[in-house]
C-alpha cells in the first residue's frame, strides 16, 4: 500500500489531535493551532486527491486496526471523497478567516478556544462521515457532529442564539433518532454494520422478497432522519435564526459544510448501503423530489419577504438544500452527478455570501435591515464585490458556479424518461426567477449610493482593504474558487462521474 | 428517674438519651447541624403571579389572541398535526417491529460469521476475558474513541454555556456564599456515612476499571462509579473541601492527558494494522491483571474522561464552574 493511502485516517486523527490538545492551550494558540492544522489536513487530502485522480485504483479500503472487513472498523476513500474532504477544509479555513474579526468581539477570552475545540472536531466528524465505510462509526460522528454545530450556534449566547440551538437541538435530535433507529433495523435485518457487506444482504432480502416491509421502512426512516438533519423543507424552520443570528464563521460552516455532510453521507448510503437501483425503484426518492420542489419556491418565497440580510441568505439555503434533493429525487446518475456538484457550488457560495454580508452589515453600522444597507457596497468595497459574486452564483449567471449547477439539473431534468421531467424544469425557471428577485434586489440596493449628508448623519463608515487585509484576501480566496467551480466544471464532473461510479 | 445515680449522670447515659430522642423530648443534631427552615425558600407569590400577568400581558399584546384568528387556528392545527404525526410515527414503527425478525431465533441474519468470530476467537484476538470489552477496545476501538469524544466535546458545550466567569460578575460573588441557600449545610448524617462510603466507592470504582478486560464492566461503568462518589463527596463536605484535591486545572489536565493518549495509543494500532506491520505490544496471559495488550490502559483513560465529565456537569449545572 503506498503511504498517501494513509491519508485519511491521519486527517481525521489529526483534526481530532488537535481538538484534544486546544484544550489546554489559550485562545490564541488553540486559534493558530486550528488554522495549522486545516492548512495540513487540506495539503494532505490535496496529495490524496492527485495520487487517486491519477492512479487507476478507483477505491480503496483502510483497516482501522489488525482486524479486517467485517470485525473491525474500514475506513474507504476514492477520488470523490478526497476531493470532498479538500473542499470542506478549503471552506472551513476560509470562513473561520472571514468571520475572525467579529469572532474575537463576540466571543469572549475564555471562550476561544473552546470555539476552536468545536471547530476541529466537527472537522473530525465531517472528514469521518467522508470516509468511514461502516454505518455505526457514522453515527457515533454524526454526534459529535450535532453537538458541535450546537456549540458553534450557541457560541455567542443572547437570546436569539440559545433559542435557535434549542429549535437545532430538537430538530437535529429527532432526526440522529431516526437515523439510529434505521441503522438498528438494518443490523436486525442484515446482521452487518459495514457498509459494502449490508449492500451484499440486502441485495439477497430483495432478490428473495422476505422482510419487503421492514426493509422499505428502514430505508425511509434513514432517509427522513437525514433529511431532517440537513433541512429539507418542512423540516426547515430552525435555518434562518441558527445561521443568522449566530456569529459569522458559525453561520458559514453550518450552511455550507455541515448539511453537506449529512447529505455526502445520505448518497453513499444510497449507493453503498441500499444500491441504488433498489433505492430508484423505491417511492422514496419521489417524496424526497416532491419536498426538494417544495423546499426550491417556500424557501424562495421565504426569503423575499425577509427583511434582514443574513436571514435572507439563511432561507435561500433552504431552497438551495431543496435543489440538492430535487436532484437524489429524480433518480439517475445525472441527477445525483448534478445535486454533487451543487454541493459544491452552494458550499462556496454560500460561506462566501454569509462572510460578505457581515462585512456589509459591519459598514452600515451593525444594522441588517435593507433600509440600512443601502450604498453599502461603496462603504467597504470589497464585501461588496463579494456579495455581488455570490448573489451572481446563486442566480446562474455564467461563469459562476451556480450557472453550471442549474444547467446539471436541466440536463438531467431534460433526459429523464418519466413523468418528473416537467416539473422540474418548471420550478427551476420559477425558482431562479425568485432568487433573481430577492438577490439583485440586494445588489441593487447595495449599489446605490446615498448623499454623504446623509452618511455622515447616521455615522457610518467606510472600510478599505488596507484596514482588514484577512477579509479582503479571504473574499479574494471565496470568488476564485466559484470561478474554478464555474470555469473548470467539465474535469470536475468527470472526477464527480468516476467517484460515483466508484462508491458502488 | 433512677433512685441510684444522680440525675446528671442518669441524663448523661446512652440509654436515657436515646429514649428521650425517641420521645421527642431532645434533638441531638440541634447544635452539630445547621437546619434552615422552610418557609425560606417559598418564592414570592405576588412576583410569581405578576411574571405569569406579564407574559400573559406579552403573549395577548404580540400575537393579539383574542382577535388573531390565524394564531388561533394555528395553534389548534398545530396540536391536532403533532399528535398525528406522532401516531403515524408509532404506528410505522410498530408495523416495522412486527416484521422483524423474532428476537433470539438462532437462524436470525444477526447471527452470523462475524458474531461467531467475536465469540470463538476473541480471547485470542484481544486477550481480553471480557468479550465485550476486546469488541469495543479492539475490535471496534475507533467507534470507541469517537464516543469518548461525545463526551468531551459534550462537556465543552457544557463549559460553554454554563461557565461563570468570576471576574466579570462580582454580584455573584455575594450568591456564591449563599450557594447552599436551599440545603442544609453540614449534615452530619451525610457526611458521617459519606467519609465511610467514599473511599469505598471509589475503590470498587478503580476496581470495576481495572478488572474491566477479565470480569463485566470497564471504563464507563466504573468512570460512572467514580463520578456519582465524588458528586456524593462534593455534596456532604462542599465545593470547597473537594476543590483541594480537584479543580479545573486537575480536570482540564485529566481530561486532556487520557484523551492524548488514547489518541496516540490507537493511532499506534489503526496505523500498523492497515500497513501490515507487527504491532509490539504483548497480549499476555488471558486472565491475569496486566494483559490484553492496549486495553488496559485504555480502559483507564476512558473510565478518568467519564468519571471527570460526570462531575464536571454536576458542577457546572450546579454552581458554574468548578
Same mark, same amino acid.
Given at each position: *500500500?503506498?503511504?498517501?493511502?494513509?491519508?485519511?485516517?491521519?486527517?481525521?486523527?489529526? =483534526? *481530532?489531535?488537535s481538538?484534544?490538545?486546544?484544550s489546554i492551550?489559550?485562545?490564541?494558540?488553540?486559534?493558530r493551532?486550528?488554522?495549522?492544522?486545516?492548512?495540513v489536513?487540506?495539503?494532505?487530502?490535496?496529495?490524496l486527491?492527485a495520487?487517486?485522480?491519477?492512479?487507476d485504483?478507483?477505491?480503496?479500503?483502510?483497516?482501522?486496526?489488525?482486524?479486517?472487513?467485517?470485525?473491525?472498523?474500514?475506513?474507504?476513500?476514492?477520488?470523490?471523497?478526497?476531493?470532498?474532504?479538500?473542499?470542506?477544509?478549503?471552506i472551513?479555513?476560509?470562513?473561520l478567516?472571514?468571520?475572525?474579526?467579529?469572532?474575537i468581539?463576540?466571543?469572549?477570552?475564555r471562550?476561544?478556544?473552546?470555539?476552536y475545540?468545536?471547530?476541529?472536531?466537527?472537522?473530525?466528524?465531517l472528514?469521518?462521515l467522508i470516509?468511514?465505510?461502516?454505518?455505526?462509526?457514522?453515527?457515533?460522528?454524526?454526534?459529535?457532529?450535532?453537538?458541535?454545530?450546537?456549540?458553534?450556534? *450557541?457560541?455567542r449566547q443572547?437570546?436569539h442564539?440559545?433559542?435557535?440551538?434549542?429549535?437545532?437541538?430538537?430538530?437535529?435530535?429527532?432526526?440522529?433518532?431516526?437515523?439510529?433507529?434505521?441503522?438498528?433495523?438494518?443490523?436486525?435485518?442484515?446482521?452487518?454494520?459495514?457498509?459494502?457487506?449490508?449492500?451484499?444482504?440486502?441485495?439477497?432480502?430483495?432478490?428473495?422478497?422476505?422482510?419487503?416491509i421492514?426493509?422499505?421502512?428502514?430505508?425511509?426512516?434513514?432517509?427522513?432522519?437525514?433529511?431532517?438533519? !440537513?433541512?429539507?423543507?418542512p423540516?426547515?424552520s430552525?435555518?434562518?435564526?441558527a445561521?443568522?443570528y449566530?456569529?459569522?464563521?458559525?453561520?458559514?460552516?453550518?450552511?455550507?459544510?455541515v448539511?453537506?455532510?449529512?447529505?455526502?453521507?445520505?448518497?453513499?448510503i444510497?449507493?453503498?448501503?441500499?444500491?441504488?437501483?433498489?433505492?430508484?425503484?423505491?417511492?422514496?426518492?419521489?417524496i424526497?423530489?416532491?419536498?426538494?420542489?417544495?423546499?426550491m419556491?417556500?424557501?424562495?418565497?421565504?426569503?423575499?419577504?425577509?427583511?434582514?440580510?443574513?436571514?435572507?441568505?439563511?432561507?435561500s =439555503?433552504v431552497a438551495? #438544500?431543496? /435543489?440538492?434533493?430535487?436532484?437524489?429525487?429524480?433518480?439517475?446518475?445525472?441527477?445525483?452527478?448534478?445535486?454533487?456538484?451543487?454541493?459544491?457550488?452552494?458550499?462556496?457560495?454560500k460561506?462566501?455570501?454569509?462572510? !460578505?454580508?457581515?462585512?456589509?452589515?459591519?459598514?452600515?453600522?451593525?444594522?441588517?435591515?435593507?433600509?440600512?444597507?443601502?450604498?453599502?457596497?461603496f462603504?467597504?468595497?470589497?464585501?461588496?464585490?463579494?456579495?455581488?459574486?455570490g448573489?451572481?452564483?446563486?442566480?446562474?449567471?455564467?461563469?459562476?458556479?451556480?450557472?453550471?449547477?442549474?444547467?446539471?439539473?436541466?440536463?438531467?431534468?431534460?433526459?429523464?424518461p418519466?413523468?418528473? *421531467?416537467?416539473p422540474?424544469? #418548471?420550478?427551476?425557471?420559477?425558482?431562479?426567477?425568485?432568487?433573481?428577485i430577492?438577490?439583485?434586489?440586494?445588489?441593487?440596493? #447595495?449599489?446605490?449610493?446615498? &448623499?454623504?449628508?446623509?452618511?455622515a448623519?447616521k455615522g457610518?463608515e467606510?472600510k478599505?482593504?488596507?484596514?482588514?487585509?484577512?477579509?479582503?484576501?479571504?473574499?479574494?480566496?471565496?470568488?476564485?474558487?466559484?470561478?474554478i467551480?464555474?470555469?473548470? =466544471?467539465?474535469? #470536475?464532473?468527470?472526477?464527480?462521474?468516476?467517484?460515483?461510479?466508484?462508491?458502488? | 428517674?433512677?433512685?441510684?445515680?444522680?440525675?446528671?449522670?442518669?441524663?448523661?447515659?446512652?440509654l436515657?438519651?436515646?429514649?428521650?430522642?425517641? &420521645?421527642g423530648?431532645?434533638d441531638?443534631?440541634?447544635?452539630?447541624?445547621?437546619?434552615?427552615?422552610?418557609?425560606?425558600?417559598?418564592?414570592?407569590?405576588?412576583?410569581?403571579?405578576?411574571h405569569?400577568?406579564?407574559?400573559?400581558v406579552?403573549i395577548?399584546?404580540?400575537?393579539?389572541?383574542?382577535?388573531?384568528?390565524?394564531?388561533k387556528?394555528?395553534?389548534?392545527?398545530? &396540536?391536532i398535526?403533532?399528535?398525528l $404525526? $406522532?401516531l403515524?410515527?408509532?404506528? +410505522?414503527?410498530?408495523?416495522?417491529?412486527?416484521?422483524?425478525?423474532?428476537?433470539?431465533?438462532?437462524?436470525?441474519?444477526?447471527?452470523?460469521?462475524?458474531?461467531?468470530?467475536?465469540?470463538?476467537d476473541?480471547?485470542?484476538d484481544?486477550?481480553?476475558?471480557?468479550i465485550?470489552?476486546?469488541?469495543?477496545?479492539?475490535?471496534?476501538?475507533?467507534?470507541?474513541?469517537g464516543?469518548?469524544n461525545?463526551?468531551?466535546?459534550?462537556?465543552?458545550?457544557?463549559?460553554?454555556?454554563?461557565?461563570?466567569?468570576?471576574k466579570?460578575?462580582?454580584?455573584?460573588?455575594?450568591?456564591?456564599?449563599s450557594?447552599?441557600f436551599?440545603?442544609?449545610?453540614?449534615?452530619?448524617?451525610?457526611?458521617?456515612?459519606?467519609?465511610?462510603?467514599?473511599?469505598?466507592?471509589?475503590i470498587?470504582?478503580? /476496581?470495576?476499571?481495572?478488572?474491566?478486560h477479565?470480569?463485566?464492566?470497564?471504563?464507563?461503568?466504573?468512570?460512572?462509579?467514580i463520578?456519582a462518589?465524588?458528586?456524593?463527596?462534593?455534596?456532604?463536605f462542599?465545593?470547597?473541601?473537594?476543590?483541594?484535591?480537584?479543580t479545573?486545572?486537575?480536570?482540564?489536565?485529566v481530561?486532556?492527558?487520557?484523551l492524548?493518549?488514547? $489518541?496516540?495509543?490507537? !493511532?499506534?494500532?489503526? /496505523?500498523?494494522?492497515?500497513?501490515?506491520?507487527e !504491532?509490539?505490544?504483548?497480549?499476555?496471559?488471558?486472565?491475569? +491483571?496486566?494483559s490484553?495488550?492496549?486495553?488496559?490502559?485504555?480502559?483507564?483513560?476512558?473510565?478518568?474522561?467519564v468519571?471527570?465529565t460526570?462531575?464536571?456537569?454536576?458542577?457546572?449545572?450546579?454552581?458554574g464552574?468548578?
Amino acid at each position: *500500500m503506498a503511504f498517501v493511502q494513509n491519508v485519511p485516517f491521519f486527517s481525521i486523527m489529526l =483534526s *481530532m489531535f488537535s481538538g484534544i490538545v486546544s484544550s489546554i492551550l489559550p485562545g490564541k494558540w488553540a486559534r493558530r493551532l486550528n488554522t495549522f492544522m486545516i492548512i495540513v489536513v487540506a495539503a494532505l487530502s490535496a496529495w490524496l486527491f492527485a495520487f487517486m485522480a491519477t492512479s487507476d485504483i478507483g477505491s480503496y479500503t483502510y483497516a482501522m486496526g489488525h482486524f479486517p472487513a467485517p470485525i473491525g472498523n474500514e475506513l474507504r476513500a476514492g477520488v470523490l471523497e478526497a476531493g470532498t474532504a479538500l473542499f470542506f477544509c478549503i471552506i472551513m479555513l476560509l470562513s473561520l478567516w472571514g468571520g475572525r474579526e467579529k469572532q474575537i468581539l463576540e466571543i469572549t477570552e475564555r471562550q476561544q478556544n473552546l470555539y476552536y475545540i468545536l471547530c476541529n472536531l466537527l472537522l473530525s466528524s465531517l472528514l469521518a462521515l467522508i470516509y468511514t465505510n461502516d454505518l455505526f462509526t457514522a453515527y457515533v460522528f454524526i454526534e459529535i457532529n450535532t453537538i458541535a454545530a450546537g456549540g458553534l450556534i *450557541m457560541v455567542r449566547q443572547n437570546g436569539h442564539c440559545i433559542e435557535a440551538t434549542i429549535r437545532y437541538m430538537i430538530m437535529s435530535l429527532l432526526g440522529s433518532g431516526l437515523l439510529l433507529m434505521g441503522i438498528c433495523m438494518l443490523y436486525d435485518l442484515t446482521g452487518h454494520l459495514l457498509m459494502s457487506n449490508i449492500k451484499e444482504q440486502v441485495d439477497i432480502i430483495m432478490a428473495a422478497g422476505t422482510y419487503r416491509i421492514p426493509m422499505l421502512i428502514t430505508i425511509g426512516i434513514m432517509t427522513v432522519g437525514l433529511a431532517i438533519k !440537513s433541512a429539507l423543507f418542512p423540516f426547515h424552520s430552525w435555518v434562518p435564526d441558527a445561521y443568522g443570528y449566530s456569529t459569522v464563521s458559525s453561520g458559514a460552516i453550518l450552511s455550507s459544510l455541515v448539511s453537506k455532510g449529512y447529505i455526502f453521507l445520505l448518497i453513499k448510503i444510497f449507493y453503498r448501503v441500499i444500491g441504488f437501483d433498489t433505492i430508484a425503484g423505491s417511492h422514496i426518492l419521489n417524496i424526497l423530489f416532491i419536498f426538494g420542489l417544495c423546499g426550491m419556491i417556500f424557501g424562495s418565497v421565504s426569503a423575499i419577504g425577509e427583511n434582514d440580510i443574513r436571514r435572507m441568505i439563511a432561507f435561500s =439555503s433552504v431552497a438551495q #438544500i431543496g /435543489y440538492i434533493y430535487m436532484g437524489l429525487g429524480l433518480g439517475t446518475e445525472m441527477g445525483v452527478i448534478a445535486a454533487v456538484f451543487h454541493l459544491l457550488s452552494h458550499g462556496a457560495t454560500k460561506s462566501l455570501l454569509f462572510v !460578505s454580508a457581515v462585512g456589509l452589515t459591519d459598514a452600515s453600522g451593525g444594522s441588517r435591515h435593507f433600509t440600512d444597507l443601502t450604498g453599502a457596497a461603496f462603504r467597504n468595497k470589497t464585501a461588496g464585490v463579494g456579495f455581488l459574486v455570490g448573489s451572481f452564483s446563486m442566480v446562474g449567471i455564467p461563469v459562476f458556479a451556480g450557472f453550471v449547477s442549474k444547467l446539471l439539473f436541466a440536463e438531467a431534468a431534460v433526459l429523464l424518461p418519466n413523468w418528473k *421531467m416537467f416539473p422540474t424544469l #418548471i420550478v427551476l425557471a420559477v425558482s431562479t426567477v425568485l432568487n433573481a428577485i430577492y438577490f439583485l434586489k440586494t445588489v441593487i440596493r #447595495i449599489y446605490t449610493p446615498v &448623499k454623504p449628508e446623509v452618511l455622515a448623519e447616521k455615522g457610518f463608515e467606510c472600510k478599505h482593504f488596507k484596514q482588514q487585509v484577512l477579509f479582503g484576501v479571504t473574499i479574494v480566496l471565496f470568488i476564485i474558487v466559484n470561478l474554478i467551480l464555474g470555469m473548470k =466544471s467539465q474535469p #470536475i464532473i468527470e472526477l464527480i462521474e468516476q467517484g460515483l461510479h466508484n462508491f458502488m | 428517674m433512677s433512685r441510684l445515680i444522680p440525675t446528671e449522670e442518669y441524663n448523661k447515659k446512652p440509654l436515657t438519651r436515646l429514649s428521650r430522642w425517641i &420521645k421527642g423530648e431532645t434533638d441531638p443534631f440541634s447544635e452539630s447541624m445547621e437546619v434552615k427552615k422552610h418557609s425560606d425558600n417559598h418564592p414570592d407569590e405576588k412576583l410569581v403571579r405578576r411574571h405569569k400577568r406579564e407574559r400573559e400581558v406579552v403573549i395577548e399584546q404580540v400575537y393579539d389572541r383574542s382577535h388573531n384568528r390565524v394564531y388561533k387556528t394555528f395553534n389548534v392545527l398545530f &396540536k391536532i398535526v403533532a399528535v398525528l $404525526c $406522532c401516531l403515524a410515527l408509532i404506528a +410505522i414503527l410498530l408495523v416495522a417491529v412486527s416484521h422483524l425478525p423474532p428476537v433470539g431465533a438462532t437462524d436470525n441474519p444477526a447471527s452470523n460469521e462475524v458474531v461467531e468470530k467475536y465469540v470463538e476467537d476473541g480471547l485470542q484476538d484481544t486477550g481480553a476475558v471480557n468479550i465485550v470489552t476486546g469488541m469495543i477496545l479492539d475490535y471496534r476501538a475507533f467507534d470507541t474513541f469517537g464516543e469518548s469524544n461525545v463526551l468531551f466535546i459534550a462537556t465543552c458545550t457544557v463549559l460553554l454555556l454554563l461557565h461563570v466567569n468570576k471576574k466579570d460578575h462580582k454580584d455573584l460573588m455575594e450568591e456564591e456564599k449563599s450557594e447552599r441557600f436551599f440545603e442544609p449545610k453540614d449534615d452530619s448524617i451525610l457526611q458521617k456515612i459519606t467519609f465511610w462510603l467514599f473511599p469505598i466507592i471509589v475503590i470498587f470504582g478503580i /476496581y470495576v476499571i481495572l478488572n474491566g478486560h477479565i470480569s463485566p464492566g470497564g471504563g464507563f461503568s466504573g468512570g460512572a462509579i467514580i463520578g456519582a462518589g465524588l458528586i456524593l463527596y462534593s455534596n456532604a463536605f462542599g465545593f470547597k473541601k473537594l476543590n483541594r484535591f480537584f479543580t479545573e486545572k486537575t480536570y482540564r489536565y485529566v481530561s486532556f492527558g487520557s484523551l492524548l493518549f488514547y $489518541c496516540l495509543a490507537k !493511532s499506534y494500532s489503526f /496505523y500498523t494494522g492497515a500497513n501490515h506491520i507487527e !504491532s509490539v505490544i504483548p497480549l499476555g496471559t488471558p486472565g491475569a +491483571i496486566l494483559s490484553s495488550g492496549f486495553i488496559l490502559p485504555l480502559n483507564i483513560c476512558v473510565g478518568l474522561v467519564v468519571a471527570c465529565t460526570m462531575y464536571a456537569f454536576y458542577t457546572l449545572f450546579r454552581k458554574g464552574g468548578f
